[in-house]
């Protein structure tokens, strides 16, 4: 009995270990983010990467230049990755840096937020993610705290899937503008997407001024994600 016992223990670790290699993470558990290099040799960088993301600022440069976006309303699918919700984008949405043009390719959510400042988060925060023809990612981050609506943002939460996987065309075009504060100041920083496999050389543009998110949406959101954001890493900006 006790030998069967621990073949059967066997059997869990080592099914354990097949799903860890099919990539599998998640945001807690021997599953999360003190964990995701050793899930895959793919996510080495999530462990020993030396640019890593999210960061706290601590005393860090203010950009006050204008942040140069071409964007208009755009047509886009929404749908549920088990990890977050997200939005890919169809339109020609452009973020301009150092003279290099980024294509907004989607939009998801972290909740709370990934990015504190001066080691304060808020409840959520909205990653934008846009992509140079050279294949090189730029993020643009807006935090998002608690308030009484939603804003722009309240048509894609009254849209949130429950299944899986499945792309849905969204209601109604979205304006991603409208996504952003009045005041665009921001820190600027190199760093890595904030999931596997933790790519490094991503630029990152995260607005000091929040906008809102109601507490509906958010609670929305928690019932089919929970919590997904990754940990403040080592180095402060």
């Known amino acids: 009995m006790q030998q069967?016992?621990?073949?059967?223990?066997?059997?869990v670790a080592l099914a354990g270990l097949t799903a860890a290699a099919q990539g599998e993470f998640k945001y807690f558990g021997p599953s999360g983010p003190s964990f995701w290099a050793k899930l895959d040799p793919g996510w080495?960088?999530?462990?020993?990467?030396?640019?890593?993301s999210?960061?706290?600022?601590?005393?860090?440069?203010?950009?006050?230049q204008p942040l140069t976006v071409a964007y208009?309303?755009?047509?886009?699918?929404i749908f549920n990755n088990e990890h977050t919700i997200e939005i890919e984008s169809e339109g020609h949405d452009l973020l301009k840096l150092d003279g290099v043009d980024y294509r907004l390719q989607q939009?998801?959510?972290?909740?709370?937020?990934?990015?504190?400042?001066?080691?304060?988060?808020?409840?959520?925060?909205?990653?934008?993610?846009?992509?140079?023809?050279?294949?090189?990612?730029?993020?643009?981050?807006?935090?998002?705290t608690r308030g009484k609506t939603s804003g722009a943002l309240a048509p894609i939460f009254a849209q949130l899937?429950?299944?899986?996987?499945?792309k849905h065309r969204l209601a109604a075009t979205f304006d991603p503008a409208a996504f952003l504060p009045a005041n665009r100041d921001y820190y600027?920083?190199?760093?890595?997407?904030?999931?596997?496999?933790?790519?490094?050389?991503?630029?990152?543009?995260v607005l000091r001024t929040p906008m809102s998110v109601s507490s509906e949406d958010l609670a929305q959101f928690a019932e089919r994600i929970h919590l997904n954001a990754r940990p403040v890493q080592r180095v402060s900006r």
Do not use: K
């Open 188 to 205: 600027r920083y190199e760093g890595s997407l904030t999931t596997p496999p933790c790519t490094e050389g991503v630029h990152w543009i």
């Open 54 to 64: 999210p960061v706290d600022f601590r005393n860090a440069t203010l950009h006050h």
């Open 72 to 77: 208009t309303p755009t047509e886009g699918r």
């Open 107 to 144: 939009f998801h959510f972290h909740a709370l937020s990934e990015h504190t400042i001066e080691g304060r988060g808020t409840d959520m925060e909205l990653h934008l993610v846009h992509r140079s023809d050279a294949g090189v990612n730029a993020v643009v981050a807006v935090l998002l």
């Open 44 to 52: 080495a960088a999530c462990g020993r990467g030396t640019m890593q």
């Open 4 to 11: 069967r016992t621990m073949l059967v223990a066997v059997a």
């Open 161 to 166: 899937p429950d299944d899986h996987g499945v």
